[in-house]
Structures are given as structure tokens and as C-alpha cells.
């Protein structure tokens, strides 16, 4: 596993999105956050990272549930 750190900026950039959306989805508080998104490591009061297999993990997870939707329960009818 690799230990290999991500800051946001490089991160955002990986994701097609903006440094906003990255925060937004790890605030509890924000109604875009995403639970399943990996959690940031604080390096040090001004520098905050993720580390690169948790992001990749988490990707990858996210392509088997679109590649295989019939996995997933869903709330019609059921």
C-alpha cells in the first residue's frame, strides 16, 4: 500500500473538480457531503493531504458499483 500523500489542489485536479466540492464533500455539515469519501490527514495546521490508495481505493469501488448496479438495493417497490 502506498503512503504517497495528495494535497487538494492536485487532488481537485484528479477529480475534474474544484477544491470547494473536495471540502464540501468531507464537512459533515455541508449538504454535499459524502461519507464514503476518504478522510484528509492534518499535516500541520496549514496543511491537510489524503493519502493516494484511499483515493484510488475509493474510485475504484465507485466504478464497480456503476459497473455492476444490480448489486445495489434500491427503495422501489422493495
Not at 471540502?23 to 459524502?34: C, G, K, L
Request: glycine share 2%.
Amino acid at each position: 500500500m502506498s503512503n504517497q500523500l495528495i494535497r487538494v489542489k492536485e487532488l481537485a485536479k484528479l477529480l475534474c473538480v474544484s477544491d470547494t466540492i473536495i471540502w464540501n464533500w468531507v464537512n459533515p455539515n455541508n449538504r454535499r457531503y459524502h461519507p464514503e469519501f476518504p478522510k484528509p490527514i492534518k499535516i500541520s495546521p496549514n496543511v491537510t493531504a489524503w493519502r493516494k490508495s484511499e483515493i484510488t481505493a475509493y474510485l475504484d469501488q465507485l466504478a464497480a458499483e456503476q459497473q455492476n448496479p444490480l448489486d445495489k438495493p434500491t427503495s422501489k417497490g422493495q
